[in-house]
Nanobody
Framework: VQLQASGGGLVQTGGSLNLTCAAS????????IGWFHQATGWERKGVSC????????SYGDSYKGRFTISRDNAKNTVYLQMNSLKPEDTNVYYC?????????????????????WGQGTQVTVSS
């Protein structure tokens, strides 16, 4: 099983990126999906999440109105459209799959409570 986050890069303040979380070896429509970024130590901070069927989404306060999460279960992929990027958004972004805990609760889970983690993608926003 593998989750792979991609789509990061270097953009200027106010720019946009579209992150992709692609899965292999697992069917993502069985899972609620969250996007996180690096926090202190080994922990991660919740950015956004989406329910298994895509009907429920949630965002951290810092990202409301700027980021949009979506999913295409037919493609086994989840997206995070990031607009109006700020230098403080600079971080490594990860996606995670959680079967039992719903969105938005999964944004507050410990790393050890996630079913699957993806490798991160670096987002750098220059001022």
């Amino acid at each position: 099983v593998q989750l792979q986050a991609s789509g990061g890069g270097l953009v200027q303040t106010g720019g946009s990126l579209n992150l992709t979380c692609a899965a292999s070896g697992v069917t993502l429509d069985d899972y609620n999906i969250g996007w996180f970024h690096q926090a202190t130590g080994w922990e991660r901070k919740g950015v956004s999440c989406i329910s298994k069927d895509g009907t429920i989404t949630s965002y951290g306060d810092s990202y409301k109105g700027r980021f949009t999460i979506s999913r295409d279960n037919a493609k086994n992929t989840v997206y995070l459209q990031m607009n109006s990027l700020k230098p403080e958004d600079t971080n490594v972004y990860y996606c995670a799959a959680v079967r039992l805990h719903p969105c938005p609760r999964l944004l507050r889970l410990w790393v050890s409570e996630m079913d699957y983690w993806g490798q991160g993608t670096q987002v750098t926003v220059s001022s």
